[in-house]
């Protein structure tokens, strides 16, 4: 059994079964699903999510593996990805208590939680109107910049999100939000994975999925060329040569992907 608790659920939970209070937290339940429970909670005023993982089966567990999906099996992949980020440095959730027993995978008890961060906006719901009303250029490149940086910390510290999209990005909005004062935060880590080092292919499935979820909010080649430096931090010259298969298959696929929705356009 692993178990760390810290306030206020060390001394709310002071002499009784984590495991068992975690499933009597009440609030806005976000998912329900038979092997995962996401909610959000209050105690003493302050937001807090929770993550309950119940296990997922050895049947869901064949089918994950069948297909090449690697299964989320429990709270200790947010865990430990958020806990290598806090380590390198990219701004995510705080965890304020994990927990995980059983051995058998297929039935592992788990559950995490974070503090809610908020007041923020997600920078899909920040950008939306990107293409009828541009943002301040320099505002534009500061968050450009902060998003590469951010990504290719996390892939040099060795973890991978499975779920990148600019939606995961958190603006902090307790303040005005300026080209030269802003705070980012990535989320959602459930399914990240965490090694010594991020293989090639898992980064750059990340790469599409933060590229694919972004092409419709009207980025420049200038835009594009300027997260490519600040996320490889080489000249622009040696990362076009080296990583010109990647971009190349990039762009073929996002051509198609954009083909595919306006074909469902049309058919509307």
């Known amino acids: 059994m692993r178990l760390m608790l810290s306030e206020p659920f060390k001394s709310l939970w002071h002499g009784t079964d984590p495991f068992v209070e975690v499933e009597r937290l009440q609030g806005q339940v976000y998912r329900e699903l038979e092997g995962r429970r996401t909610l959000r909670t209050e105690v003493n005023g302050r937001g807090y999510f929770v993550k309950i993982h119940r296990g997922i089966g050895w049947g869901e567990i064949a089918k994950n593996l069948l297909t090449a999906k690697a299964p989320v099996l429990g709270a200790g992949q947010e865990w430990r990805a958020i806990q290598r980020l806090h380590e390198a440095g990219v701004p995510t959730m705080t965890a304020v208590a994990y927990g995980e027993r059983g051995g058998n995978p297929a039935k592992q008890h788990s559950f995490i939680i974070t503090e809610e961060l908020a007041p923020t906006i997600s920078l899909e719901d920040f950008s939306a109107n990107w293409l009828e009303q541009p943002p301040p250029p320099a505002l534009k490149r500061a968050l450009i910049a902060a998003v590469a940086r951010m990504a290719g910390t996390m892939h040099r510290a060795g973890v991978n999100h499975r ?14 939000v300026t080209a030269s004062d802003f705070r980012l ?9 965490t090694r010594t080092q991020t293989p090639r292919r898992w980064r750059d499935k990340d790469l599409a999925g933060l590229y694919f ?16 430096r600040d996320y ?33 356009g049309d058919a509307l």
Do not use: V
């Not at 979820?213 to 490519?228: Q, W």
């Open 163 to 176: 779920d990148f999209y600019i939606c995961h990005f958190l603006l902090h909005t307790d303040k005005p």
């Open 185 to 193: 935060s990535l989320i959602d880590l459930h399914r990240a994975q």
């Open 213 to 228: 979820s972004a092409l419709e909010i009207g980025l420049t080649r200038g835009d594009k060329l300027r997260f490519l």
């Open 232 to 264: 490889f931090q080489h000249p622009l010259r040696e990362i076009l040569r080296k990583e010109a298969g990647m971009l190349a298959w990039l762009q073929r696929k996002a051509e198609k992907l954009q083909a595919r929705k306006q074909r469902y």
